[in-house]
């Protein structure tokens, strides 16, 4: 399992995500997409990072692949596939991992951004789960709308679930704090996060463990 930060950085939510995969019986190693650990600690400086990301999908897709490489090498791994799972702009890298018909079984967006980086679509079999906000005023419908349909034409089996009440970075207490300091439209919603997680979980046992 892969587990891609928000626009934030590696920092400890997306740490604790793969402590919850690996509580669960998954190998999961958290990507460092900004490289030598670099952590925002303002919105402008965190839409900076991840714009620069996006709009070199080459050299995101690089970084990924060394990650793939990197967890593959784990002697617990066993020979079921890969899965990657993604927050914010996480869930847009997960969502292009999957457009660019990389080697894995699934990509779970929460509260992704469905900007496609990805120039030259490919080939893609795999499950695709959409967790998002109805309410989340950062995440535009037509281009969520938009990466779905492309999706779909390669080839995935996607499903988008739209979460009533629920606004952007809804999975992680944190949003709440950001939300408070930086007037930023941002909450945590309990209800969504379990109904989520549970299932992505269902999800990646029918990806990785069904034969």
């Not at 617990?76 to 457009?99: E, Q, R, W």
């Not at 299932?199 to 029918?206: R, Y």
Request: net charge negative; with cysteine.
């Amino acid at each position: 399992m892969l587990v891609v930060h928000e626009w934030w950085g590696l920092n400890d939510y997306a740490k604790s995500r793969a402590d919850q995969l690996a509580a669960l019986g998954f190998v999961a190693l958290a990507v460092d997409m900004y490289g030598q650990g670099q952590v925002a600690t303002h919105p402008d400086e965190a839409g900076a990072f991840s714009s620069q990301v996006m709009q070199d999908w080459p050299a995101a897709r690089g970084r990924l692949e060394a990650a793939m490489t990197k967890l593959s090498e784990h002697p617990a791994v066993a020979d079921t596939g890969m899965a990657a799972i993604g927050y914010c702009f996480g869930g847009g890298i997960v969502m292009n991992m999957a457009l660019s018909g990389m080697p894995i079984e699934a990509a779970i967006s929460f509260h992704g951004s469905p900007t496609q980086a990805v120039k030259n679509p490919q080939p893609f079999e795999g499950i695709v789960q959409i967790h998002n906000g109805a309410e989340d005023p950062l995440v535009k419908r037509e281009a969520l709308t938009s990466m779905a349909k492309a999706l779909k034409a390669q080839g995935a089996e996607v499903k988008v679930v739209n979460y009533p009440t629920a606004t952007h970075g809804f999975t992680s207490h944190e949003a709440d704090e950001a939300a408070e300091e930086y007037g930023l439209p941002l909450g945590y919603n309990a209800a969504a996060d379990a109904s989520s997680w549970q299932a992505a979980l269902l999800a990646l046992d029918k990806a990785l463990n069904d034969n």
